[in-house]
């Protein structure tokens, strides 16, 4: 007779009295639940009550895909499945140093200094494990914040040491490297077009970062996945400067709204793109050859993206008008999607109160604090909703103190 099986534990009840605890890697108790998650509970009771809601808070662009993008997606899908390559196929490579040709007027040798990803994300939080480890004199990693999670991320469950750098308004939330400290980092990381604020680095900025760099052999890392997103002039590529102990991460998410196919590419120094090689099999993450034939299309035509640089535009001018209408003060930005916006004086600062006030008319934004130390006092607003509905949050907006 079989033995009947054992009742588990409900939810949330504590271990048996003599039961040892669950160990976890230290860095899974420190991290907390991923920033943006934490108004959606508020934003769900609020849908299921009818009401409609307008989420401006994650970066998750609605516009569809192109067309010529999905096709090539579907025709991609082989009779008989194989593992794709490390590598990724010689197209995509190819497609993508064209785009950097065209965009950048930087000439990549698609066999060395190339690389699929499957998603920027994956490839910034994987990156420091091929280039940190705990016997190392120099295990710190420098990044700003207000910034994206994942340089902290990866940086610590690679066994570095995380040192994030403030970014203050007066130097246009850009990474001031005179407050790196040469003595323990060994990689530095950018982010422009910036996430959370849009702020844009120039030319000279760039330089001045690789120069130090150079100077103090620490590894640049720039993340430049909103790079083809702008209105005004576009963004410079860290490759423009130099590929010397570099490397750029480009993704095709924000760019030809592909967030869910999960591509992205790094490219610049071949010793360093070949560590990554090295490394990457080991994990698993090669992209599937069917996401490898959409992202060769998407590389390779850049109407589509125009066209999402005017969508984007539209949205960013209407918010701007209605900012200065209302009063509200915001960072000047032609980048990315996003708009920083101050919280106003009638909240004495406070964006977690501030964006719980808008949740409360159905609008959705990121307190700046999500992003880390430097983000207090501000929301971030990600131009995700269509045109029609950006008109609607405004209005249910404009009846707020500023």
Known sequence: MPKPRAT???????????????????VLERQGAYP?????????????????????????????????????????VPENSRYPTTAGKGELRGAFAGWMGRRHGVALDPEAEVLPATGSKEAIFHAPLAFLHHSHERRGVAYGTPGYPVYERGTLFAGGEASPVELRRQDRFLLPVEAVDPATTRIVWLNHPHNPTGATATYEYLEGVAAFCR??????????????????????SIL??????????????????MTGYRSAMVAGDPELISALGKLRPSIGVATQSFVQDAATAAWGDDGHVEQRRRIFGEKRELFKRFFDRAGLEYLPTDASFYLWVTVPEAFAGDDEAYAM???????????????????EGYVRVALVPGLEECRRAIERWEGLPA
């Open 357 to 375: 006030r808008l949740l409360d008319e159905g609008i959705v934004v990121a307190p700046g604090r999500s992003f880390g130390t430097g983000g």
């Open 36 to 76: 943006l998650l934490r108004l959606d509970g508020r934003r769900k009771q609020l849908e299921e009550g009818g009401r409609e809601t307008f989420d401006f808070g994650t970066g998750d662009p609605r516009e569809p895909t192109d067309e010529a993008i999905r096709r090539a997606l579907i025709n991609g």
């Open 8 to 26: 588990p534990p409900a939810e949330g009840t504590p271990p048996a009295e003599g039961a040892r605890p669950l160990l976890l890697n230290p």
């Open 240 to 257: 423009e400067v130099t590929r010397e102990r570099t490397l750029a991460f480009c993704s095709l998410s924000k760019r030809s709204g």
């Open 215 to 236: 100077e103090h052999d620490i590894l640049l890392f720039s993340d430049e996945c909103y790079n083809d997103l702008y209105s005004g002039g576009p963004p410079p």
